[in-house]
């Protein structure tokens, strides 16, 4: 391990800089970045990950010469700053900041005003001139030290609305009810005084310990704090859900205080250096005066808009920041675009003005929905800032998602009662019932409810229910508030401020100009414009064609992707939705889901109970027709496009009825004894029907059934070739696991088809293929290859026999695997490249070695998930096929594989 574990910035100058994310943080690499670019940051120092590592491995002790190390560094910071720590009658005073690799919003601690105590309370009072102010200060310190230090870090779990934080905050709440003031702007120095008192009583009361008074006491009580709040619950659970590994661990900021809470000179603010819910360029931001810190995104005041174009509904009788503090307004404003320049991505900025003078605390790289995350990349790329490659790359494909989702039908919407208005913080439309807690949310929506999660405000404690909900709704809170926040970053529908509801969590009803709703009712969302409707709306799906920058993103990523993307489509209209999602034909056709409409199962059925060849072609007659005017339909839908086409696939026993009711039912029907039907189930029931009679081993005991499969479709190609569609059948065999067992059937389907061919007189290419989703025919894919015209790879059944899972029982220890790490993903969405993976990659290559035209896709699950698909690309798969809402994600996904690997 490194022996540096402490880096200074400042002054225009750093240690560090934007690199050092691993190391130092995102918060401490880019606080050494904008110092390095002559910003004015607060002087401070970063102490690194490593030590974070160091102090979880070691049961919380720091190495030894950590002391040392922030010694020096903070001697260096005293000099910048002529003055000093703990020092009577020139204190400074610091903040202690959490700052991992990637921003968690809120998951880790912040303390504020480190240093303050009853002998510098008097140097800061001369210094600043405002009594009022430091004492302002001080009861900031003591609620937010006692919550996260005293009592979070301490393991101390308090019971609801029991928390030191809350209590004190009840206090400040009497005294300001006392007075008959709203805002605690309004109270002065004496109250303040008092409250302090409260503050250290109420402190040594609840949590049986006093304040300290020790600077160096509080600064490295904060510190450790913040190393342990690296495993706090809020920061786990976040964790789990972003994939973030445990042992990247966090750094922590010690930094000089600059003061928003100085006085009606002084301001806070958050700003985005471009609109992060539309994606326009334009300065977007809001601000308080006279407050410190997490005051803006608490949600406590109102926030005022940083401009004329940030301003909203509720903000817009405020002044701007630019209509009162024009100069700094303007440094803001030039520093933004020296930041996007610099960072060539869009930025999310806190800053402070302190009496007049700006001072920058964060720079990151800002979350966005995915709507505004196309439209930049697109008009960056256009504004020269970022190349094309780099536009596809900005882009995450699952974003698309946003775009592809539904919307409230805007002729209903026009009719439906509107119940309020809120801030839009996430797009889309939602549908659900009211719940109050996360909890609630996550149970009800585990029971398959669609729920919308209605809070005051959300905090990170609440994000396992935001995630379940279709919708999060809140009262209070602005577009930079924690639900906005979460809500942007997974393009979930949300409003936020929604100030006209009066929520009681403890009494589950919402209450609306004096009416009242309850848990359960319904509720719908439009939140692209912040509008909350009651009762169900309807949705509508989305089009996504009608986006410039939409479309603009994908013809770049069409030109820059090497893989086909089909789709999986067995019927006419998912064939044409995916074909306008961009589908460049069908991967997977599968052929049973025709079997099961009421008026064909009965043929089926009766195929089944035949008792010789001749009573199932009988029966497997009256299907031939239907089914070809399927094939018919897609193909039309497929005009010019290729169309695979898999024949019969699950065991027969799934085409009949287990329970006596409908055996008896279906016994009427077909003109035969309930025993005869109970018989068959009997003999057809299997003990692990995965692995039983089904795929091409029907085809071999039943022949007839692949002769009417193939007849079917090609019938249907000859017919609507004759009329002008260009039609590309391709027949694919499944299951198979010799070369023996697609022989036998590509020579039936090559004879019947060309006995189709030769009735009707029109020549339609076809091909005949084979699914690789056995072991075997992985491992003899060279053998099977000199019988295939193509390779698709099921890896659906391939991942379960290769694991020797099966997927319908898998979910009572797939999430024990996950959660033990025993597994880093579910096999059966994202595709496990090192075991099955193998598997695909010696199946093509062998395959090819024997048949180098091979043309290879994959139709399992895993041709729609973004990082199963860089790995087709990977390995010279010619396509993917996957479900039609997921051909955009697809198409995106593949032309990152192309630029990652260029
Ligand atoms: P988070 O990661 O939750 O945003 P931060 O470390 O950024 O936490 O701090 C929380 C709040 O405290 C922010 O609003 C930030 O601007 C403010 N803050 C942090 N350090 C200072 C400082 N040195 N001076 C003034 N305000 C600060
Ligand atoms: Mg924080
Ligand atoms: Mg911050």
Redesign the pocket.
């Known amino acids: 391990m490194a022996e540096k574990w402490v880096y200074f910035f400042g002054d225009g100058k750093a240690e560090g800089n934007a690199k050092m994310k691993e190391l130092l943080g995102g918060?401490g690499a880019n606080l050494a970045e904008m110092s390095k670019l002559g910003i004015t940051v607060?002087p401070?120092f970063t102490i690194t990950t490593e030590v974070c590592t160091h102090f979880m491995n070691t049961n919380g002790r720091f190495p030894k010469t950590l002391k040392g190390q922030v010694k020096t560094a903070l001697e260096k910071v005293e000099k910048v700053m002529g003055s000093r720590f703990g020092d009577a009658r020139n204190p400074l005073l610091?903040?202690v900041?959490?700052?991992a690799r990637v921003?968690m919003?809120?998951m880790?601690e912040?303390v504020?005003n480190i240093g303050l105590n009853e002998d510098t309370i008097s140097g800061l009072v001369a210094k600043s001139g405002s009594e009022r102010f430091v004492y302002d200060a001080y009861r900031r310190l003591i609620m937010m030290y006692s919550d996260v230090v005293m009592e979070k870090t301490a393991g101390i779990e308090p019971p609801e609305e029991k928390g030191i934080r809350q209590q004190l905050e009840k206090e400040m709440q009497k005294i300001k009810e006392g007075k008959g003031v709203k805002n605690d702007t309004q109270l002065d120095v004496n109250d303040l005084k008092k409250l302090v008192n409260i503050f250290k009583k109420k402190v040594r009361q609840v949590l049986k310990k006093d304040f300290p008074d020790d600077p160096y006491d509080q600064l490295w009580g904060a510190i450790s704090a913040v190393f342990q709040s690296w495993n706090g619950k809020r920061a786990v659970s976040y964790r789990r859900i972003e994939n973030i590994p445990a042992d990247w661990g966090t750094a922590v900021?010690v930094?000089?205080?600059?003061?928003?809470n100085s006085g009606e000179n002084s301001a806070?603010g958050?700003a985005f250096t471009r609109d992060p819910a539309t994606g326009e360029n334009r300065f977007y931001g809001e601000f308080l005066v006279n407050a410190?810190?997490?005051d803006?995104?608490a949600g406590i005041r109102t926030p005022q808009a940083i401009n004329a174009v940030s301003k909203t509904e509720t903000s817009k009788h405020l002044p701007s920041l630019e209509e009162l503090m024009p100069k700094p307004y303007n440094q803001l404003a030039k520093i933004r675009t020296k930041l996007e320049k610099h960072y060539r991505d869009m930025q999310d900025i806190?800053f402070?003005i302190q009496d007049g003078e700006l001072?920058m605390?964060?720079t990151r790289v800002g979350k966005r929905n995915g709507t505004a995350a196309i439209r930049m990349a697109v008009e960056m790329c256009e504004e020269g800032l970022i190349s094309q490659k780099e536009a596809i790359l900005r882009v995450r494909p699952e974003q698309l998602d946003e775009l592809l989702h539904p919307m409230l039908d805007p002729k209903l919407e026009k009719k439906a009662g509107k119940l309020a208005g809120g801030l839009p913080a996430g797009p889309g439309g939602g549908i659900g019932q009211i719940v109050f807690t996360a909890d609630d949310a996550e149970a009800l929506a585990h029971k398959g409810k669609k729920v919308i999660l209605v809070r005051d405000e959300t905090s990170p404690e609440d994000v396992h229910g935001m995630r379940a909900a279709q919708a999060i709704l809140t009262a209070k809170g602005g577009m930079t508030s924690h639900a906005a926040l979460v809500a942007r970053g997974w393009g979930k529908c949300c409003i936020v401020g929604c100030g006209a509801l009066n929520i009681s969590a403890s009494k589950k009803v919402l209450s609306v100009d004096g009416k009242k709703l309850h848990e359960g009712d319904w509720l719908s969302l439009n939140g692209t414009k912040g509008v909350v409707y009651e009762g169900k709306v309807g949705l509508l799906p989305a089009d996504p064609g009608k986006n410039v920058h939409y479309k603009k993103l994908m013809s770049w990523a069409d030109k820059l992707r090497k893989l086909n993307i089909r789709t999986n489509a067995d019927n006419p209209q998912d064939a044409k939705l995916a074909r306008n999602f961009g589908a460049e034909g069908i991967g997977l056709t599968r052929t049973e889901h025709m079997f099961f409409e009421p008026d064909r199962i009965t043929s089926m059925r009766e195929m089944i109970l035949a008792d010789d060849e001749a009573g199932r072609r009988k029966a497997l007659k009256k299907l031939l027709p239907l089914q070809k005017k399927d094939f018919i339909g897609i193909f039309k839908a497929m005009d010019g496009l290729p169309v695979t086409i898999r024949t019969l696939d699950p065991p027969l026993h799934e085409f009949l009825p287990n329970d006596q009711a409908s055996q008896k039912e279906m016994a009427k029907r077909l003109g035969v004894s309930v025993e005869a039907i109970r018989a068959k189930v009997q003999t057809l029931h299997e003990l692990n029907p995965m692995l039983g009679h089904r795929g091409c081993r029907l085809g071999i005991t039943y022949p007839e059934i692949t002769a009417m499969q193939v007849q079917a479709i090609m019938e249907a190609a000859c017919s609507v070739a004759k009329r002008g569609v260009k039609v590309y059948p391709e027949i694919m065999i499944p299951l198979v696991g010799t070369k023996a067992e697609l022989e036998n059937q590509r020579e039936l389907a090559v004879d019947v088809a060309e006995k189709v061919i030769k009735k009707a007189g029109v020549r339609v290419n076809y091909l005949v293929g084979t699914m690789i989703e056995i072991p075997r025919a992985a491992i003899t894919a060279d053998k099977i290859a000199e019988v295939a015209d193509f390779f698709s790879f099921g890896t659906n059944d391939l991942t379960q026999m290769t694991f020797g899972f099966s997927r319908d029982d898998a979910a009572k220890f797939l999430p024990d695997y996950l959660s033990k790490k025993i597994l880093s993903a579910e096999p059966f969405q994202t595709l496990d490249q090192e075991g099955v993976g193998q598997l695909v990659d010696m199946g093509i290559r062998r395959g090819r070695s024997t048949r180098p035209d091979l043309k290879v896709g994959i139709c399992g699950e895993h041709g729609g998930d973004p990082s199963s698909i860089g790995f087709c690309h990977r390995v010279g798969m010619n396509y993917v096929s996957c479900s039609p809402f997921r051909v955009p994600i697809a198409r995106l996904a593949a032309a990152q594989a192309a630029v990652r690997k260029a």
Do not use: A, D, Y
């Open positions: 918060k607060p401070g610091f903040s900041r959490s700052g921003s919003p809120g880790m912040t504020l900021n930094q000089i205080m600059v003061f928003g806070t958050v410190q810190g997490e803006v995104v806190e402070t001072f605390l964060q």
